[in-house]
């Protein structure tokens, strides 16, 4: 299987492409935002963090249906590791500091839910067969089955939520609560136009964006595997992280937006990697595998120990300030240090750092020096 028609563009078209891509992103954003107002609470959490990572998706399908294998891995891990080590930290830093300001007092962590336990164990749960898919070296159609499976439990877990106060209207952006207080028609036709216009849109930039960050990787002499990786989710990522940035200012609302972002990761682990395969397949007209390259498998076992240090962390139900910074540091030594001549072995010490805190970690679950209260919640509400 050889790649096909992607090649690099004029490094030029990601001046436009890039503002395309977060104009349309935001589009889709204010509808998703809007439209949580007229679902279940839980539900419109899930469906909110899959709108905003529609860019993600249309990313991926452009490598995968262009055949780019040595790229579908790089997108996805850039994203997720993106996600953990600097949107979770973000959600801290802005709840902290707003708390500051409104109360005077520091903010020692971010307590979420009771009920939130559910997100928290459907990551775990889709970390667990990506390791599957690590150890055996290949992400198949079969292996999307079983995410796709993972993903839709998630959802029905989610179901038998108990109702819970969501986010106000007066606590939304200016066009969605336009939006939400428009009459039903009217309400309507801007819903689906934002989500038409900015869903079309997204599809029909992420190519020639793609093609563009080629064609300045070549320019600048550097790998294409890293544009794809790091530039390319800051891109698609940006207008989820505003919004949950935009929740996390008060302090009362950062355990949605930190959540919002937990069904993030939760979306791509299980949605977007089932997707690749899937894609692939129909492109190359058999049903086909992705296998995994030494650099794939090394940045997807980093990803995986960082998504699954941070899972660890929210067992209790909480994010404290020292491992939201502590997630915040690895991943910015990993961005720094990504284009230098010791660029890979910073990646394997950083993963072996994630690996032994996660030993930590467990270990301190085990002897009981931490609390993995979010189990608890989850079988109580499952036996409901």
């Given amino acids: ?14 001046l436009w492409t890039t503002p395309a891509i977060i104009v349309a992103s935001l589009m889709i954003a204010w509808g998703a935002e809007a439209a949580q107002f007229f679902m279940a609470q839980g539900i419109a959490l899930a469906v909110l963090a899959l709108l905003q990572t529609l860019p993600e998706f249309a990313v991926e399908a452009v490598l995968a249906w262009h055949q780019q294998v040595p790229y579908l ?45 559910i997100q928290v164990i459907a990551l775990l749960f889709s970390i667990a067969w990506q390791v599957v898919i690590w150890i055996k070296g290949s992400l198949t159609v079969y292996d999307a ?27 939304i952006g200016s066009i969605p609560r336009a939006i939400v207080k428009a009459r039903k028609p ?58 949950a940035y935009y929740w996390a200012r008060d302090h009362v609302r950062a355990p949605i937006a930190l959540v919002n972002l937990v069904s993030s990761n939760i979306n791509q682990w299980t949605l977007l990697a089932a997707m690749l395969p899937i894609v692939l397949s129909f492109s190359v007209g058999a049903v086909t595998r992705i296998p995994l390259d030494a650099l794939q498998s090394r940045e997807l076992i980093m990803t995986l120990a960082q998504s699954l240090l941070g899972a660890l962390f929210l067992l209790n139900l909480e994010l404290a300030w020292w491992e939201a910074a502590g997630l915040f540091v690895l991943w910015l030594l990993q961005f720094i240090l990504s284009l230098g001549p010791v660029g890979e072995e910073v990646h394997v010490a950083i993963t072996g750092v ?31």
């Fill in 145 to 171: 089955i079983v995410l796709l499976v993972i993903y839709a439990s998630c959802l029905w877990m989610m179901r038998k939520l108990p109702p819970e106060e969501g986010e106000t209207v007066e606590e």
């Fill in 73 to 117: 891995l790089a997108n996805l891990t850039g994203a997720l590791k993106l996600l953990t080590g600097l949107g979770w930290p973000l959600i801290y830093f802005a709840a902290a500091r707003g708390c500051r300001k409104r109360t005077g007092k520091p903010l020692g962590r971010i307590r979420l839910d009771d009920a939130q336990s």
């Fill in 186 to 243: 009217v309400r309507i036709l801007a819903l689906l136009g934002l989500f038409g216009v900015g869903g079309v849109a997204v599809f029909v930039v992420a190519e020639p964006f793609i093609s563009g960050l080629f064609g300045l990787a070549s320019a600048m002499g550097v790998s294409n595997f890293i544009f794809i990786s790091w530039v390319a989710p800051m891109v698609s990522e940006a207008p989820e992280g505003v919004s």
């Fill in 354 to 384: 994630y690996i032994l805190w996660c030993l930590v970690e467990v270990a301190r679950i085990v002897t009981g020096n931490r609390k993995a209260e979010a189990i608890g919640h989850f079988r109580r509400l499952m036996s409901h």
């Fill in 1 to 14: 299987m050889g790649e096909t028609s992607m090649q690099a563009g004029s490094p030029m078209a990601v």
